[in-house]
């Protein structure tokens, strides 16, 4: 099939590959230019497992070509993935602007029959909006059908995981659209849920804020496990094992961040909120999360009680391991509060997006972890990076002026942490001042 992908983000840049490597002919419009470039050339804009090698495989055959013109691409293709950003608003809002941006760029370009199918994720109601717009532009009915079909990848395993997905939802209110749609994801062999527009959006939803509560969860029963001397690592083992509650999200940690579980669960809220329906589970959830990832802080303040002039090292940049995506990092967040108490910070972390320096202009950016410890107070580790949990812990005691260690992500070996002179935090596993 020929298809566009409005888009070459996170989502849309996967999307665009998953549907070239099972041989359709995509076209993926980017406004950024210099991703255009990179692209075309094979140089991925985002880092992720397997991905590079994905992109040059699909350049290589030509299935993939990148473009800012977004009137050739709409014009040749059958089916058009709109998968631009949402992000949130201040009142928690879903800001779909960039979607209606792009809903009016396509209505010039409507020569014929098309799917239009919605992959960003949108509150429920957005494709009868879309619909909407399409017929408020002029665009008559039987030019286009709708479909919503939100994407349930994991940043980090975000190719892994749109070629090989639990399952693929789609919204849908024509046989046409259903028919063109199964035919599409065919190759894919995962099951797909057919199901009203309205269920579709919401299943991204109530799929995240469900998530990000289990996450929640488990990080107040580790702040729990703390405090009466027991190990979260086997109370959420022990869980895991049934398999009603299952293994999966059940790491205690300074919390949930990423481009989605924070926007989604507000979302869902005020989705709620304007239906009727107060969320308590999970604005408890958020309000969790949000006192999680400054428990290093509140550590740090407890020990120091005076942070001003106090060298902190950040490990870890990123919301979680396997990806350069640093939005809503618990990382950004500990290190606002550090510098508010007047903390000086080193961070380093080897894939973290360039952006991270426009927001902390003034910070030390090392480039190694070693480099990051001299003369420092404390270490905070912010993220599970392999290389972290992989760290010689006789280092600490020897570059560090005093050597604090708080594991946010609990990846260091606990046998190996009780061999060193070192104090040690974890996130419901017990501290330890050797
Ligand atoms: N990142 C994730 O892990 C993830 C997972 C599932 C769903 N989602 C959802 O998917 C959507 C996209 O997320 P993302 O992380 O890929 O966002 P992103 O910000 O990384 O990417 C969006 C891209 O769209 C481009 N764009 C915006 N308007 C455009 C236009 N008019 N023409 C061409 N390009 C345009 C931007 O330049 C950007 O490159 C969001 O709704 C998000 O909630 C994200």
């Keep these: 099939m020929n298809i566009c992908v409005i888009g070459a983000g996170y989502v849309g840049l996967i999307t665009s590959l998953g549907f070239a490597k099972h041989g359709n002919k995509v076209i993926c419009v980017e406004k950024d230019i210099e991703k255009v470039e990179k692209l075309n050339k094979g140089i991925p804009t985002i880092f992720e497992e397997n991905l590079e090698e994905l992109l040059n495989e699909c350049l290589i055959s030509n299935h993939i070509f990148f473009t800012k013109d977004i009137h050739h ?21 879903v800001n779909i602007s960039q979607v209606t941006e792009v809903v009016n760029q396509i209505s010039y370009y409507l020569n014929e029959y098309k799917v239009i199918v919605n992959k960003s994720t949108v509150p429920v109601g957005t494709q009868k909006y879309v619909e909407k717009l399409l017929l408020e ?4 009915r039987d030019k286009f059908d709708i479909i919503s079909n939100p994407e349930f990848l994991r940043e980090g395993k975000a190719v892994h995981d749109f070629l090989n997905g639990d399952r693929i939802v789609v919204g849908y209110d024509s046989e046409k659209s259903k028919e063109i749609m199964e035919k599409l994801y065919e190759p894919f062999n995962i099951k797909l849920v057919f199901t009203q527009p309205e269920a579709a959006e919401l299943i991204k939803y109530a799929s995240n804020a469900f998530l990000a509560t289990k996450i929640s969860f488990i990080n107040e029963i580790a702040n729990l496990c703390n405090k009466v001397g027991a190990d979260v690592e086997t109370v959420a083992y022990a869980m895991g094992l049934d398999k009603r509650i299952s293994p999966e999200f059940m790491k205690a940690g300074i919390g949930f961040g990423g481009s989605c579980f924070p926007k989604d669960t507000k979302a869902l809220v005020r989705i709620g909120e304007k239906n009727g329906c107060d969320f308590k589970i999970v604005r408890s959830a958020i309000e969790v999360n949000e006192e999680q990832r400054l428990v290093p802080v509140r550590i740090l303040l407890e020990k120091f009680k005076e942070l001003k002039g106090k060298a902190m090292t950040i490990l870890g940049l990123t919301f979680k391991s396997g990806t350069n995506d640093i939005r809503e990092s618990p990382s950004l967040f500990i290190i606002k509060e550090l510098l508010r108490h007047g903390a000086i910070i080193k961070a380093y972390d080897s894939k973290a997006s360039n952006e991270i320096k426009s927001i902390f202009p003034d910070i030390t950016y090392c480039n190694n972890i070693i480099d990051s410890l001299v003369d420092s107070h404390c270490v905070i580790i912010c993220t599970d990076w392999e290389e972290f949990s ?5 280092v600490l005691e020897e570059k560090m002026k005093s050597p604090i260690v708080i594991d946010g992500r609990n990846v260091l070996s606990l046998e190996e942490v009780k061999k060193y002179n070192l104090e040690y935090y974890s996130i419901g596993r017990g501290n330890y001042i050797n």
């Design 390 to 394: 992989a760290l010689d812990l006789s």
């Design 73 to 93: 691409a709409v014009k040749s293709s059958d089916v058009i993935f709109i998968a631009v950003g949402t992000p949130e608003m201040d009142n928690w809002d």
């Design 137 to 140: 532009n002029g665009i008559s």
